[in-house]
């Protein structure tokens, strides 16, 4: 038992549930809501940008980019640009105005600027839809890795993912999120790094990776037959098929652009971290800074997808590692390929690190939705007035509840891809909160009547393409339909507000505080 336990994939895992363990109980005074839900915006620059990092570079970067590169060659690598432009335009247009306008939840902005209930129902509805699209391929990446590496069931690794983090946010709340996201970004960097060095010394240098990409052109053959240590390994190659929503087509590749681009501004799990920050100076920095962590990040997983492809193309890694990549797909090229680079202590660290990005991205997710039940819609509409105890306890509960529900989630997309499900979320979030923030943010024309207009005509845009797409001419057909659905939401609601005409009245104040330089509220 000893013996086992000290194997690296066990070790290293072991040491990173203790480290949040320890970092969560050390975290769990939550006195007050701004302590739970944003940390009683306390967090610098620093430990806020690597908690963005954390929070933004998810399972489906640290697994899935890698993943994507892997099936579709060098094309792969346009899905990472898309990130950075994002983040890019997060950074410029949204992260001071957030932080100066202060508030606990994403729906907080929506009910204050147009001082509206029924802005902020629909609002928490939105939260809920973009978090469950973007928490499942979090539990598939978690419980694909538990299943391949340790032998358990699928099942099991949903159930086990998403105990761990009822007790890592409820007990922790946002300060106890934080410390830990932060923390398990650079895990996961050093983990990259690790791999890259390994593959450098390894052989793979930028001349063999460029031969690599001329000589795989998307899908592997039907069958193939590869001879690692004097064993036969045979696969289907309708198990590459999985990353088949990348299409490199020019409009394809634009609706991609758009919907992931523009869906960064609509997260809610990344707005709300611009609560945190002490000012908004501070909130600029932090954006920036995750900026440069994620572009870092992009540039090694696409250089490890390609470096996982030349291990699969020539078949001298170990049948057990060529197997790992047959079974596992497009979603386990990473741990796979550490393996082939660095044996079971490079692996042990990769696991790891996929854990720390299950967790850092779930744990975001569930603040976010906690406040958006808690905060936006028990506290809100309550017929007494609550204590600040009541609306920490309130959170709780309805985090223990989202674990449940995030838990079936996970359980009904066993055999997607992270990559394509993290998409469909952006894609929610471009037809939404984007719209609204951008629109919210900078246009003094936006009503009540256009915001809510946008968000139920771009939520149900967006579920009609996601879902139903196929009852319409192949053309539109997109398996990511920004370039669709993110215009009919900013759409809705310019055309609405103008045929409203009933602006805020308060709207020239509000524009004074999101864009006043003075208004750096502590």
Known sequence: MIQTLLEPKYLFTIILLGTIVFITYASKRNESASDFFVGGRQFGWFTNGSAIGGDYLSAATFLGLAGLTFAVGYDGAFYTFSFSIGLTLLAVFIAGPLRRFGAYTVADFVAYRFHSKRARIIAVIVVLAISGFYAAPQLLGAAKILSMFFGTSYEFGIIFTSVVMIFYVGVGGMKGTTINQALELWIRLGAFILMVAAAVWGGFNYQKILTTIGEFSGTVANTAQFTADGKDVEFDGKSWTTAGFFNPNFWHSASMLIGLALGTLGLPHILLRFYTNPSAKAARKSALMAIGIASLFFFFAIYLGVV???????????????????????????PSTAEALGGPWLLGLVIAGAFAAVFSNLSGLFIASSGAIAHDLYATFTKRELTQRQRVLAAKVAIVFLGISYGILGLLVKDASI????????????????????????????????AIAG???????????????????????????????????FLAIYIVSKLDGKVPADVNAFMRKVHSKETDLA
Do not use: Y
């Open 308 to 334: 996982g492809r030349a291990v699969f193309l020539e078949g001298n890694a170990s049948a057990e590692v060529m197997q790992n990549l047959i079974n596992g797909g497009d979603n386990m090229v990473v």
């Open 419 to 450: 990559g394509h499900l993290v998409a469909l979320a952006f894609t929610v979030g471009a037809s939404t909160f984007a719209p609204i923030f951008i629109l919210g943010i900078w246009w003094r024309g936006i009503t009540e009547k256009g």
């Open 455 to 489: 968000l139920v005509i771009g939520l149900l845009a967006s579920m009609f393409m996601i879902f139903f797409s196929s009852v319409l001419p192949e053309a539109l057909q997109f398996r990511v339909p920004g370039i669709i659905t993110v215009p009919i939401g």
